[in-house]
T-cell receptor, first 113, second 114 residues
Framework: AQSVTQLDSHVSVSEGTPVLLRCNYSSSYSPSLFWYVQHPNKGLQLLLKYTSAATLVKGINGFEAEFKKSETSFHLTKPSAHMSDAAEYFCVVSDQGDDKIIFGKGTRLHILP | KAGVTQTPRYLIKTRGQQVTLSCSPISGHRSVSWYQQTPGQGLQFLFEYFSETQRNKGNFPGRFSGRQFSNSRSEMNVSTLELGDSALYLC?????????????FGPGTRLTVL
């Protein structure tokens, strides 16, 4: 069975410093992995998707994530945080062999001025 | 291309009433999924429709139901509303085929039950 764990419910960083949001997953098959962002009172927006073409995936707004099979991780990073990055971020796993999409519980990112 | 639209954006109802929420997917998308989002439970999957048929269902009581029309628009209905049904209801659509697990979300409908 597939599952996804976001290791931090809240992360605070100063503007201009790097961002790291951690995600671990378990999957029986070949997973697709996603990161979505949700700004207050908005729907979820797709940041990036991993499908096995390349382990380092670049997304929108300067975010990227690296798929590490040995560590079953798919952490989201950004070199320099901006105030507009303050939002909730969701890691999502989807198995090719299982018709389910599983969302993590979310990580709220706070940006300090 | 227009994104996923949901109507209404905000709704206030009282306990015992029923409510219908609407979702129009991105043109060409045939799958529509519904989610309930609350601060305590996070994002929970309600159901998914594809070609007017319910394909998957989450663990919600029968008070929650949905349907999909031939133009892929979808509605969800909640009967006999309870206070705990207060939530943001999100709809997501996806393409058929290989990219079917990439979901595009609407802005949500904020339901408040008094």
């Amino acid at each position: 069975a597939q599952s996804v764990t976001q290791l931090d419910s809240h992360v605070s960083v100063s503007e201009g410093t790097p961002v790291l949001l951690r995600c671990n997953y378990s999957s029986s098959y070949s997973p697709s992995l996603f990161w979505y962002v949700q700004h207050p009172n908005k729907g979820l927006q797709l940041l990036l998707k991993y499908t096995s073409a390349a382990t380092l995936v670049k997304g929108i707004n300067g975010f990227e994530a690296e798929f590490k099979k040995s560590e079953t991780s798919f952490h989201l990073t950004k070199p320099s945080a901006h105030m507009s990055d303050a939002a909730e971020y969701f890691c999502v796993v989807s198995d090719q062999g299982d018709d389910k999409i599983i969302f993590g519980k979310g990580t709220r990112l706070h940006i300090l001025p | 291309k227009a994104g996923v639209t949901q109507t209404p954006r905000y709704l206030i109802k009282t306990r015992g009433q029923q409510v219908t929420l609407s979702c129009s997917p991105i043109s060409g998308h045939r799958s529509v999924s519904w989610y309930q989002q609350t601060p305590g439970q996070g994002l929970q999957f309600l159901f998914e429709y594809f070609s007017e048929t319910q394909r998957n269902k989450g663990n919600f009581p029968g008070r929650f139901s949905g349907r999909q029309f031939s133009n892929s628009r979808s509605e969800m209905n909640v009967s006999t509303l309870e206070l705990g049904d207060s939530a943001l209801y999100l709809c997501a659509s996806s393409l058929p085929g290989g990219d079917s697990d990439t979901q595009y979300f609407g802005p949500g409908t904020r339901l408040t039950v008094l």
